[in-house]
């Protein structure tokens, strides 16, 4: 039987996910079984329930070989999603690269935060502006554009690189038309008035990087992860233009595990029309307060065209 770069005999789809699911095991991989049929059905082609049905399928020799190089790169802690270049968020997929963050399920609570919003103001079917300030993937302008059928946005970023792939996954998900891209920092450029900033910006501590996990530490892209000494860098210039930018809205942001009630005060503090009984936090799937949302007035009973701000992953 023809023999693969690893020296080891073609394989059964069964034997080779049992073989794989063991590597990863032995290196310490969470859900080990998982990863290696997410990775053998992307080799092949199939979908996980042809995966399945399929068990008795020999691999030919270049397919082992592709199956073995992914494994190798799993006990090596690269993510899945890097891998293969998709991640699945809010049930859409959406191509990653080394230049933007590998989107989480943490990130989530963001786009439900933003959509209660819309909701609740009675604004889902309105004609909403949406900017996204450092895009990345564009997981979360092109999620709520796909979610919000009479929207449209501008998605800015540090990164070109990084822009390029939000403009693939915009035409890919056949929102492209509604959606604009802008190398730039932060705030930087970006013109308001907007109504809701939606950011999932750099928050961790710089000394706490090196103790991440190496899925992390490793393949995302550490400017969007150094949030400074005490993680809130990113937070403080934001203040700077954010009452200029979103003068009469709403401010989300993704936070780290421990932030929520410091960056609750620094909004507070920042937005002179900003009360604190208009200052929301929602949880994410693992219970942690994840998402610190918050309602800026204007001073002015004059009020602009509408707006939605949001601001995503750097990097």
């Not at 936070?255 to 503090?269: H, P, S």
């Not at 009984?277 to 001073?299: E, P």
Request: charged share 25%; glycine share 10%; proline share 5%.
């Amino acid at each position: 039987m023809p023999e693969t770069a690893r020296g080891a005999t073609s394989a059964t789809i069964a034997a080779a996910l049992r073989r794989a699911s063991g590597e990863l095991r032995s290196a310490g991989i969470e859900g080990a079984g998982n990863d290696a049929r997410r990775l053998l059905a992307w080799v092949l082609g199939l979908s996980g329930a042809q995966l399945l049905s399929r068990s008795e399928l020999t691999l030919s020799p270049e397919q082992s070989v592709a199956f073995d190089r992914c494994i190798a790169r799993r006990r090596g802690r690269e993510p899945v999603a890097r891998i293969i270049g998709v991640r699945e968020f809010y049930g859409r997929s959406f191509a990653i690269s080394p230049a933007t963050l590998d989107p989480r399920p943490d990130s989530e609570t963001l786009i439900e935060t933003a959509l209660e919003i819309v909701e609740r103001e009675g604004r889902h079917s309105k004609a909403l502006r949406i900017l996204d300030i450092g895009t990345g993937s564009g997981c979360l302008l092109l999620t709520l554009l796909a979610e919000l059928p009479n929207a449209t946005g501008v998605g800015t970023d540090i990164s070109n690189a990084a822009l390029d792939v939000a403009r693939e996954n915009a035409q890919r998900l056949g929102v492209a038309g509604r959606a604009e891209w802008l190398a730039s920092d932060a705030l930087e450029g970006v013109e308001g008035p907007f109504d809701i900033l939606v950011s999932n910006p750099p928050y961790v501590r710089s000394g706490d990087i090196a103790h991440l996990a190496p899925e992390v530490r490793r393949f995302d892209p550490h400017l969007a992860l150094d949030g400074g000494n005490d993680g809130l860098r990113f937070f403080c210039r934001l203040l700077g233009r954010v009452a200029a930018v979103v003068p009469d809205g709403w401010i989300v942001l993704e936070v780290g595990y421990d932030q929520a009630d410091a960056v609750a005060d620094l909004l507070t503090a920042g937005i002179p029309v900003l009360e604190p009984s208009n200052i929301q936090i929602s949880r994410d799937v693992t219970g942690m307060r994840r998402c610190v949302a918050a309602r800026a007035r204007k001073l002015s009973i004059c009020r602009e065209s509408p707006w939605i701000l949001l601001s995503s992953e750097l990097g």
